[in-house]
């Protein structure tokens, strides 16, 4: 875990952060999970929002796993970073995509991401799928 000052604003808030890689299996599930939420709770996340932050990551990583196509030799990173009172958290993986014909189609993952959390966009440039989360942590 990391602290940095934004580069050129002397007044820009602190960025706290938090960069964790896995082969692309689904016993890393956990290990994702519980990084994120110790995150939240070390950033001030009460109860209610650690176990919001805990579902939406498994949600994520576990579609990253799934529709990805990730394979050991193929690592799923997260990121998380807390600015102006927001906790984002971001889900990378390099695979085909749930766009891909082979897909099943999508569950209930990313509706019940997007219920949790208070923004979230999806991005699929190139190979690979990014997730990014956003949560508003409460103000001290």
Do not use: Y
């Given at each position: 875990?990391?602290?940095?000052?934004?580069?050129?604003?002397?007044?820009?808030?602190?960025?706290?952060?938090?960069?964790?890689?896995?082969?692309?299996?689904p016993?890393?599930?956990?290990?994702?999970?519980h990084?994120?939420?110790?995150?939240?709770?070390?950033?001030?996340?009460?109860?209610?929002?650690?176990?919001?932050v805990?579902?939406?990551?498994?949600?994520?990583?576990?579609?990253?796993?799934?529709?990805?196509?990730?394979?050991?030799?193929?690592?799923i990173?997260?990121?998380a970073?807390?600015?102006?009172?927001?906790?984002?958290?971001?889900?990378?993986?390099?695979?085909?995509?749930?766009?891909?014909?082979?897909?099943?189609?999508?569950?209930?993952?990313?509706?019940?991401?997007?219920?949790?959390?208070?923004?979230?966009?999806?991005?699929?440039?190139?190979?690979?799928?990014?997730?990014?989360?956003?949560?508003?942590?409460?103000?001290?």
């Amino acid at each position: 875990m990391t602290g940095a000052s934004i580069e050129g604003d002397p007044a820009a808030p602190s960025v706290v952060s938090l960069k964790v890689c896995h082969p692309g299996s689904p016993d890393v599930v956990p290990s994702f999970r519980h990084a994120a939420v110790d995150f939240a709770a070390a950033h001030g996340a009460d109860t209610e929002l650690c176990q919001d932050v805990a579902l939406a990551v498994s949600e994520a990583v576990t579609n990253a796993v799934k529709h990805a196509d990730a394979h050991e030799d193929e690592t799923i990173s997260m990121t998380a970073s807390v600015a102006d009172d927001w906790l984002e958290i971001r889900v990378i993986d390099r695979g085909a995509g749930f766009g891909n014909p082979d897909s099943d189609g999508l569950g209930l993952g990313l509706s019940i991401i997007a219920r949790l959390s208070a923004n979230l966009r999806i991005s699929q440039e190139g190979r690979g799928t990014e997730l990014i989360m956003r949560f508003p942590l409460p103000r001290c």
